[in-house]
């Protein structure tokens, strides 16, 4: 996974230093920034937490992202240059970050879930010994939610000052734009349930999972489903 970051880090710096552009313009780029994000995000909680367990959802997720990225057009259609901005670039790979935070808040709910009912079950096959304790899958858990909640915030916020850079307003009531603020709202509600309610345990774990799914809408669904003006990220 490292080596695979970094060639892969490698490549992205070259692209960026020879087009002078996010390559983001397109499906293929878009999914390879996804990809190199939930790698780099699984090497810092990886090294944080030294919970290699999390690898088996990671590395097939990552390895999927990039196998579809692979199979798409490479070349954009048409590069726009509202997109060679500082504030767009911040956005992107804050925004980016985040959603790749809360795809491994997900993995760990998923596990938590499987060690539960390992537990209630008493399996102790190849597979559930090496589970982590509840504890610290949870306390991962909500490391991820946090780094996640943090980064997408501010990736909101410096996508507010990009829009008002290039298009005069803060807020247009794109799709992407609402379903950020609804995926946002969210994950705010299950920290506040946590600090006040004391959302611990199951209930966190399920509430990552529905969490990424409305992300994974956020992320692809309305760009194929609606229409607004982030739907140049996810074309053919």
């Not at 982590?132 to 991820?144: E, N």
């Not at 990552?208 to 053919?236: C, D, P, Q, R, Y």
Request: proline share 3%; glycine share 10%; aromatic share 16%.
């Amino acid at each position: 996974m490292a080596g695979g970051f970094f060639c892969h880090s490698g490549f992205l710096g070259y692209s960026i230093a020879t087009s002078g552009y996010l390559p983001v313009h397109n499906l293929h780029g878009t999914l390879s920034l996804a990809g190199w994000s939930v790698a780099g995000i699984f090497l810092i909680f990886q090294y944080r937490f030294n919970l290699k367990v999390l690898g088996i959802y990671a590395a097939p997720l990552v390895t999927l992202i990039m196998v579809i990225s692979s199979q798409l057009p490479a070349e954009p259609s048409q590069i726009r240059d509202i997109l060679n901005n500082f504030w767009m670039f911040f956005h992107v790979i804050v925004i980016f970050m985040g959603e790749a935070s809360f795809a491994l808040a997900c993995g760990v709910g998923l596990l938590y879930l499987i060690q539960e009912h390992s537990i209630k079950n008493k399996s102790h096959g190849f597979f559930f010994r090496r589970l982590p304790s509840l504890d610290l899958l949870d306390t991962t858990g909500y490391a991820c939610i946090v780094m996640g909640f943090t980064l997408l915030t501010l990736g909101l916020i410096t996508g507010f000052i990009y829009a008002k850079l290039v298009w005069g307003r803060l807020w247009s009531w794109d799709p992407k734009e609402v379903w950020s603020g609804i995926t946002w709202l969210l994950y705010a509600a299950l920290l506040h349930g946590r600090l006040s309610t004391g959302w611990r345990g199951r209930k966190s774990a399920i509430m990552s999972v529905i969490g990424f799914a409305v992300l994974l809408f956020t992320f692809l669904g309305v760009n194929f489903f609606l229409k607004g003006h982030h739907e140049e990220f996810t074309k053919w």
